[in-house]
């Protein structure tokens, strides 16, 4: 008997009604709906490959104990099917071919990192495929006309400008100019680092702070003391540092064994590189740029406040979640929004649909602009102090002071 001429009942009886009920292309598996995402699990990125797939994986869970996401009047779960990039770009583009044409994935999550992002990104694109990422910051990707690429977070350029406006307002205070600041640089030469230090840069050049040492970070992130011995001589106002959770976690080793005085320190991926529990007293004073908070008052239907989230992280985890956690949940929760709004599997429903997002999540605000930035959140700055991370600006949210000048280590 002809397909086209089957009963309903028939249909069913073989299984092809929820074949045809989703739009051809579609990845659905019965009632589920299958994600594809490139990870790191090995090599450099690791760590934070593991914070993103627990962002990931948790939100997954938490929505379908939920019942799932309703599209066209039914429930449909979620999951993702992960292969491991191995920290290489190269190896993540083959692997979202992969995705794309043996595993049939239609919709992708972002890798960890801007540089993996660009190098999956043109793939997504080639096949017209949505990519809702979490952790590639780089301005760079928002400037390729790109239609299918969503990003949940906040752009490169943006981490680090808290910290020179606050180096500017503290200067202020003490009865100095900006312009009289002497900045001290250190970063990874990686596509989001270079993209940092850039902004850095504009930064530094609008308040005419003079750039002293404009270090680069070797690519294994081994050793830095070269750079650290020119900071030593010149005595810098400001050192800024990125370079990802190794490079943090090198710079606070190397600062403190070297003992670098430097009235203020600030730096990326801190709370990923879990440097507090690692250096204890030595990250003391730290300035360190965050995409999240737990004290903000961001909330959403699935895990309720910013704070609610982290409880919920750390008891399924074991570990207070860094903001790369964070953002990934939060582009799970972006898509299946997308989902529901589509009201259908077609993958551009899907991404028109995702082009129009205007919504709140325990992360923050998420509304996309015509390149696919997330134009409606702010960055944070924490500083430890006594063991803790606290928001010092913007003042909007602070919860306390920053503490400056650092003491010099004689007087730690």
Known sequence: MPILRMTAAALASIGLIGAIAAPAGAKVEGDTIVLGAAVSKSGKYSTNGKHTMNGYNLAVERLNAMGGVSVG??????KIIYYDDESRGARGAQLAERLINQDKVKFMLGPYSSGLTKAIVPVTEKYKIPMVEANGASRSLFTKGYKYLFAVLSTSEQYLASAIALAAEKAKEQGRKPSSLRVA?????????????????????????????????????????????KVKLVKPDILVVSGHSKGAALAIRQIAALRVNV??????????????????????????????????????KVFGSAGDFAKTFKAKYGYAPPYQAAESAAAVLVYADAFQRA?????????????????????????FDASGKNTAKPMVLFQIQDGQYKVVAPTKWASSKIRHPMPGWDKR
Not at 73 to 78: A, D
Not at 201 to 228: C, E, H, N, T
Not at 359 to 365: A, C, D, H, V
């Open 343 to 367: 009201n259908a599997f077609d993958t551009a429903k899907v991404r028109d649909a995702l082009a129009a997002t205007k919504m709140q999540t325990f992360y923050g605000n998420v509304k």
């Open 263 to 300: 009235p203020m320190l600030a730096m990326t991926h801190c709370d990923s590189a879990q440097v507090i529990k690692k250096y204890g007293k030595k990250a003391e004073y730290t300035l360190c740029a965050s995409q999240w908070a737990p004290t903000l008052s961001y909330k959403d």
């Open 73 to 78: 009047g039914k429930k449909y779960k979620l």
């Open 185 to 229: 640089l250190a970063f990874e030469n990686d596509p989001f680092s270079q993209d940092v230090r850039a902004g850095v840069i504009d930064d530094a050049k609008r308040y005419g702070m003079k750039i002293v040492v404009d270090g680069r970070l070797p690519r294994d992130l081994s050793d830095m003391k070269g750079i650290l011995q």
